[in-house]
């Protein structure tokens, strides 16, 4: 009964609400329900654009304009992921890591090689996963994380934002009144980063949990801290 509910909100009560705040403030409303996107997933960009797109076609809004409103409400809420992340801090990330890491076969080298390949493809990362469902908000909490350099992280992530918004956008405005198939669309597409996101966490498990490399790697290393410890207590009985 919850999910269904929350599927009949998410489907409908939600999209009427989409549909009625853009009506009463035009693009303030789509600037608005686009950064609280950025932050708040359960409030979807393949409905608000989409019906920015709707406004636009029936002479409500300019269509352009609706681009810009959204573009900039991108912009705010991917910041707002920014600075929380920023200001949380890689030194308390690094310290989590170095005590819960092992749970989830996370070590604080994999850590440093992440943020090495990220410092050196943040603009790319930035740019490309602001165009990828599910994760397009995401991508701004290791920017904040890095601290990545900030006109470049609001440079790449307008860009990036404008793509995305344009092709919703413009197909709610092709597709008029029949503007929520954009979302069966973006359906599909989610459905293919799920599985991607499955298949590379499936990978992860294996190499770090249960592959045989995994499984003699921890046995070297459980050999050579029975070999230190020996050493050590050798060194003191020697002392002794």
Not at 72 to 99: C, F, M, Q, T
Request: proline share 4%.
């Amino acid at each position: 009964m919850l999910i269904a509910g929350l599927s009949d909100f998410l489907v409908g009560d939600l999209t009427d609400w989409v549909v009625d705040v853009i009506k009463a403030i035009g693009y303030l409303g789509v600037a608005l329900l686009v950064a609280t996107e950025s932050v708040f997933p359960p409030i979807p960009s393949e409905v608000v654009l989409p019906a920015a797109g709707l406004a636009s076609s029936r002479g409500e809004a300019n269509v352009v304009l609706m681009v810009v409103a959204a573009t900039i409400g991108s912009v705010i809420g991917a910041w707002v992921l920014y600075l929380a992340a920023a200001a949380i801090g890689d030194v308390r990330l690094h310290a989590l890591v170095a005590r819960y890491g092992r749970w989830i076969g996370v070590k604080p080298k994999d850590l440093e090689r992440a943020e090495a390949w990220f410092d050196d493809h943040s603009g790319t990362a930035v740019l490309i996963c602001r165009c990828v469902p599910l994760i397009r908000s995401l991508v701004s909490i290791p920017a904040g994380f890095r601290r990545m350099n900030p006109l470049q992280f609001t440079i790449y992530t307008a860009i990036g934002s404008l793509i995305w918004n344009v092709v919703l956008i413009g197909a709610g405005y092709q597709l008029g009144d029949r503007w929520e198939e954009v979302a069966d669309w973006v359906g599909v597409l989610q459905y293919v980063v799920v599985a991607a996101i499955l298949a590379w966490m499936a990978r992860w498990i294996w190499t770090r949990f249960l592959s045989p490399k995994h499984k003699a790697r921890l046995a070297a290393e459980h050999a050579d801290e029975i070999r230190e410890a020996a050493r050590s207590q050798a060194i003191l009985d020697g002392t002794d």
